[in-house]
């Protein structure tokens, strides 16, 4: 209509731009390899993500084509997720915790044309790189650039020292296009591919910054734990530059007293990892409570599986902000965020405790609604359904997929595959992966709750529940408890502690004691395995 606003594209050249201008002097961080510190500005990380730009554009990316990186959280890392975008490529992620099989299905599913690798991730690259098809280039990034590389290797420093920045041309893409795509780490069936529009990412980045998500700002100084394989780092990278706050990657070092010196000697303000990163932190505190000097409210964000209460309040008596969130790969990732509305702020502590183990409220421009048996279920925080999800950064399809095409609705709903309930003013609990819910004469029990509560106790460092088969029930729990080092407990002790909480039916049928609890790629519980551990136990006779 005559008269209207700008049609202005949103895409990731502004928010490099505005990097470039606004913020120029502010740092950026990284723990090297040798466990040194480098340190520059964003107006350095700007000219080198531009020549990047540059040299992919000799090495003849077309737009559309994917490039693929293969590094730990760095400084290299994010001139590729601006470098890449620059040239019209799709930033393409690899997860470097996947096995040769997964990474040779992934890129060529991809179709990868480059790839960078940092340096000390060559041995792992080449376990498959010669299985990617069309791979034309790979470009090995390491601090200094290197003499000592094999035929074939292009150096990432020697290629940017090549290029003149004053070349690099602005591209303005429509925002629809494609820029960004992470593989979900495979569930059910081959991992699926999820592509991000630069519009996506845009609004995935505004509304994260906002107060109501994750209230970042220029002042803050931010750590993603969470590796920038893994869902675009929950996409921080992206809104950290856009809001221009200071940003400090730690590289492969992830052990509670590496980050816990991070943190300190940064004074880092916020950062965000999935629960075990925070267990290694929180019991790297409870043995020595005052060898760091952290930020007072040093917030943390935790997602990627359920933040027990007990990790909560025992980082508040650190001081430490434990904030929930939950998203998906499919969703760039952020979905919900359990920041305490304002009608619990003067409740008692034990409420407000309540409220932040669970997920949280959708994150603006993103709709919810829960699936039961029989339709819609009514927003009671009682009745559990499989939550559905759309907005402005779900994606609409798999990657050239027709496999999981179910997981889309007619009326354009993903359907997320987590059992929840959700609370009269849309705050969602996540009961379970709708896999891993345990059915009992035809009740479902959430493992999630029984896992949270043994969590809290003080000798339990972690517990998974999953599901046996029951001639009479047709599943019951068994809980397996991993014990804190030095700690002990018995069966009956735990089953004691676990009583007042809930129905006599919905507690596990038997505790197990073991060494570990298997983790997949992206630190969540691997019960498919230890479903097949157990598969053949025999559960002892109960009555309720
Ligand atoms: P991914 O795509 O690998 O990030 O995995 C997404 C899945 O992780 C979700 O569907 C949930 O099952 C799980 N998840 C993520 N965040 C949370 C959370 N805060 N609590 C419980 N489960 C979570």
Known sequence: MNGLIMDY???????????????????????LPDKS???????????RAKKLTLALQKLGVQPGERIGTFCWNNYHHLEAYFGIPGAGGVLHTLNLRLSPDELTYISNHAEDRVVIVDKVLLPLFEKFKDNIAGLRHVIVAAPEPSEDLAEGYLDYEKLL??????????ADPQENEAVAMCYTSGTTGRPKGVLYSHRAIVLHSLTAASTSVMAMSESDTVVPVVPMFHANAWG??????????KQVFPGQYLDGESLLDLLEKEKVTFTAGVPTIWLGISIALDKQPDRWKLVNGLRMVVGGSAAPEALIRNLDKHNLKVIQAWGMTEMAPLGTMANLPSYLLDSPSDEQYAYRSLQGT?????????????????????????LEVRGAWVASAYYNSPEGADRFTEDGFFRTGDIVAIDPHGCIRIADRSKDLI????????????ENALMGHPAVAEAAVIAIAHPKWQERPLALVVLKEGETASVNELMTFLQPRFAKWSLPDNIEFIEAIPRTSTGKFMKAALRTRFKDYTLPNVEF
């Open 9 to 31: 594209q949103l895409n990731i050249p502004l928010i490099m731009k505005r990097a470039e201008t606004v913020y120029a002097d502010k740092e950026i961080v990284t723990r």
């Open 37 to 47: 510190i480098h340190r520059y500005t964003y107006a350095d990380f700007v000219k």
């Open 161 to 170: 020292a090549e290029q003149d920045e004053k070349d690099f041309v602005y």
């Open 236 to 245: 921080i990278p992206f809104t950290a530059t856009l809001v221009g706050a």
């Open 362 to 386: 959708p994150a603006p421009l993103i709709e919810i609604r829960g699936r039961g048996e029989e339709g819609f279920i009514p927003w009671d925080g009682q009745a559990l359904g499989e």
């Open 439 to 450: 059915k009992s004469g035809g009740e479902w029990i959430s493992s999630v709750d029984l």
